[in-house]
């Protein structure tokens, strides 16, 4: 089961919402920061949903505003695929990788430059998702939300500490 269908089913388990109060909740979770979650896709997969019976459109509102609540049915698969996930390693994929595997390609100039200018980017994304990180919980954020912010800040800085030593094996001519 995809990340967005355990995310749009679990924030339904604490009851109806339309497309909208969907989208905020995950927001407020900062899925910006770790989930490759495409909020225009929610208002799809609510109507995927309801027709698959796992939600019901409980009120047609005014505005075109469907409210969505959850089935028994998927309640059941929420938690098939929440455990699932729990359970399954499947390895991250990152389009740096890519850029990783070819970087033979560059100059040693390109390449530093390329560097460089992703530990900046990396820095920055740290210092944002470090200040997001509490700031979640004055808008009522659980405290349990930090932790996915915290295990991405981790992630980041892992790869900014290889990023920084590698561009000085680059610079001495041991990469690529």
């Given at each position: 089961m995809s990340?967005?269908?355990?995310?749009?089913?679990g924030v339904l388990l604490d009851g109806p919402l339309h497309g909208y109060e969907v989208r905020r909740r995950l927001e407020l979770m900062g899925t910006h920061h770790w989930a490759n979650l495409?909020?225009?896709?929610?208002?799809?997969g609510l109507g995927k949903m309801a027709d698959e019976g796992l939600l019901d459109r409980v009120e047609e509102g005014?505005?075109?505003?469907?409210?969505y609540g959850l089935t028994d049915i998927g309640r059941a698969e929420f938690m098939r695929g929440l455990l699932g996930h729990w359970w399954e390693i499947k390895p991250i994929v990152d389009p740096f990788q890519v850029a990783l595997t070819f970087m033979d390609r560059l100059s040693q100039a390109e390449l530093t430059s390329a560097m460089e200018a992703r530990a900046a980017q990396l820095r920055f994304s740290v210092e944002m998702v470090t200040r997001a990180m509490?700031?979640?919980?004055?808008?009522?954020?659980?405290?349990?939300?930090?932790?996915c912010l915290r295990l991405n800040i981790l992630?980041?800085?892992?790869?900014?500490?290889?990023?920084?030593?590698?561009?000085?094996?680059?610079?001495?001519?041991?990469?690529?």
């Open positions: 990340s967005t269908r355990i995310l749009i089913l495409a909020y225009g896709s929610i208002y799809h005014k505005g075109g505003k469907t409210v509490g700031g979640k919980q004055a808008y009522g954020a659980p405290p349990h939300i930090d932790e992630q980041l800085r892992a790869q900014l500490t290889w990023v920084e030593e590698a561009v000085g094996r680059v610079r001495k001519g041991e990469l690529p």
